[in-house]
């Protein structure tokens, strides 16, 4: 007589066993999807949201007006914003830069304007001139690639003619040997509002870094300055090198920009930009 072996199922103990290990692993893997994605949302909102604030910027330092009270009250009428204090303000945007309400927005940017005096060291020559002639031709003391020192080099990438590209990458200057200040001038050939220059500045030092951008208001030219490290200074609107040994009347442009939490109701910081205007010239 055979004896048949009955195959036997898994127990009730064992069954609870294997769900208790499934457990252990399911539940990291799934934590690291979650967090995943969450870092993936994060770095797409705060790039959007530098991008917004560099875009206000942008938009301010072409607004002529002769002192910061006109300059405000010029900001206040024509950008979607909301009188918080005496020369600040908030500004309302959309997941997609555009103008929003203070009900739907999905960017906030607080900014604060606040007068400021430069003393610029008299009778100095700006040896740091990098001219734009045109939209393919960018020369740095007619180099595309210059090292000052060993501190400081500029290199001029125009490989893509419709996104040209100046990396400034600086560090500390001993200012009784050499002058560590830049001044970016647009010439009158640089018209072609369909190409782009991006300036990246990357300063590594504990010290100010400053570019002045020298461009009249007959010209066009689109770009946009992109502080990637460190404390860069950008200074607007200088015809020669005269105009840098007296800055009066000059305004702090300070933009922190603010992502919403539709659940939560909460604003979160997720960048900061800060510029320099000079008004009345």
Do not use: C
């Not at 200088?238 to 933009?255: F, T």
């Amino acid at each position: 007589m055979k004896i048949k072996k009955v195959k036997k199922g898994m127990t009730l103990i064992e069954v609870l066993i294997s769900i208790a290990i499934l457990g252990i692993l399911i539940v990291p893997l799934s934590s690291m999807v979650l967090t995943s994605v969450s870092i993936n949302r994060m770095g797409k909102e705060k790039q959007q949201g530098t991008n917004v604030a560099q875009k206000v910027l942008e938009q301010i330092k072409i607004i002529d007006e002769p002192n910061i009270e006109d300059l405000y009250n010029n900001i206040r009428a024509n950008f979607p914003s909301r009188e918080i204090g005496t020369n600040e303000l908030k500004l309302y945007y959309d997941e997609d830069g555009s103008p929003a309400t203070q009900t739907n927005y999905k960017y906030l940017i607080d900014l604060t304007l606040s007068e400021r005096t430069h003393n610029v060291v008299n009778d100095i020559v700006f040896n740091n001139n990098i001219q734009v002639n045109d939209s393919t031709l960018i020369a740095y003391n007619n180099h595309p690639e210059v090292s000052i020192s060993d501190e400081l080099k500029v290199v001029v990438n125009d490989e893509n003619e419709t996104n040209l590209e100046m990396i400034i990458n600086g560090v500390a200057y001993d200012l009784s040997k050499q002058n560590p200040d830049i001044a970016i001038t647009f010439g009158k050939s640089f018209t072609n509002t369909n190409d782009n220059l991006r300036i990246v500045v990357e300063n590594n030092s504990s010290e100010n870094l400053n570019i002045y951008i020298n461009k009249k208001k007959d010209i066009t030219a689109n770009y946009t300055i992109v502080n990637s490290l460190g404390r860069v200074n950008q200074f607007f609107n200088y015809e020669d090198n005269a105009s840098y040994d007296a800055i009066n009347n000059s305004v702090k442009l300070d933009l922190t920009t603010y992502v919403h939490n539709n659940q939560s109701g909460q604003d979160k910081k997720i960048a900061h930009v800060e510029g320099y205007r000079n008004l009345g010239e």
